[in-house]
């Protein structure tokens, strides 16, 4: 399978205190990917090195090349909190704005963003701002607006904070019909186990499991020592 | 409120603001008015309004302190703060700004400063929400305003929302960063 990620020996700290520490390994094209590890462990800063807004020692490769302005376009991220990603005075402009931005007219900008609205069941807030819809409709928007520049990598953080079990079972059906490579940090393991295939844990900064979703999830002992149960 | 005329109406406050800035006495508190009014007549209570001078007014007092201690106080500069304050706040809320700022094109000399005014909009609702959740907070634990423990709490506060502010501003860079916008 083709990479969209490889990374190899990646290193990050604050100062002193090292958050990553000897990271290594792949994301195929359209592979759904689970990051599990308890707070802290080092799971939002991965995600922040791969999207190139954090500058990590050691090797990482998006589509052959280290994460920057060149892989921006290629990569969407979806934040913890879409408060961070959701601004404009409609929604419909918040989605509209990437494309705009990058040189499509506003029509076709805003065709393709009523487009993405009516995927995602979120037509009718189209004229309305983000600050007007739920924390669960707030996420799928925030989601929404990652795959407007149609990334061939999507990055989400924690996707079911916060959110009660109507919004993770919607936000599971929504990732489910997105067939682009995922990689998806959380401690939701149920949800986990629905929207990924694969995944790794991470402790104290290090991958210290990498393996089929179903396997990894069944390993209490595993759970148990890298804090997640 | 026809949107030309909101226009007039703002144009006329920014005539004011330029008045303001030269004018003193009687003028400059003609201005003061003047800008409360537009504030009430534009949708906006008076006990609301009043509460958010009252950083400008420490502002303005502070400015008068300082004129004080360089042995030259005088009424006009705070008087203008308020003035300028309550005027260019009142053209902000008559003009539909916002939809304008959203739809301008790339291409446009204005662009930037639309987009700008979007993300200030945005962060200071993010801010004055953060200050709420931080304060209401404090209340919780402390329980009198004045007493032990009720300056450091509040510095802690105050820094709490300074910490919070700056995570959140990385955040949402980072997050117009990965979109293209910025």
Known sequence: MEAVLELSGLRFGYGSDLVLEDVSFRVGRGESVGIVGANGAGKSTLLWCVAGLLRAKGNIRVFGEAPGSGTRGRVGMVFQNPEDQLFMPTL?????????????????????????????????????????????????????????????????????????????????????????????????????????????????????????????????????????? | MKPGMRIALAAALAAGIALATRADGLLLAGAILIGAAAHVAAGRGLVPLIRSLVPVALFAAAVVALQWLSGTAGYTLPMRTLAVFLLSTAAFRIVPWESAAGRLSPESRLYAVGLFLLFVRHFSAILIDESRRTFQARSLCVNRKFGRGSFTSLAGAVAAVFRRALARAERFYAAQSISGIV
């Open chain 1, 92 to 229: 419909i402009q918040d989605l509209a704005l990437p494309l705009i931005n990058a040189g499509v007219s506003r029509d076709a900008a805003h065709r393709a963003a009523m487009e993405r609205l009516r995927e995602f069941g979120l037509e009718s807030y189209a004229g309305r701002p983000a600050t007007q819809l739920s924390l669960g409709q707030r996420k799928r928007a925030a989601i929404a607006l990652a795959l407007m520049r149609r990334p061939e990598l999507l990055l989400l953080d924690e996707p079911t904070a916060e959110l009660d079990g109507r919004g993770v079972r919607k936000l599971t059906e929504t990732l489910a019909g997105i067939d682009t490579a995922k990689l998806i940090a959380s401690h939701h393991l149920s949800f986990l186990r629905r929207v990924t295939t694969r995944a790794l844990v991470l402790s104290a900064g290090r991958v210290i499991a990498d393996g089929a979703t179903e396997t990894i999830l069944a390993d209490e002992a595993l759970l148990e020592r890298s804090g997640l149960v």
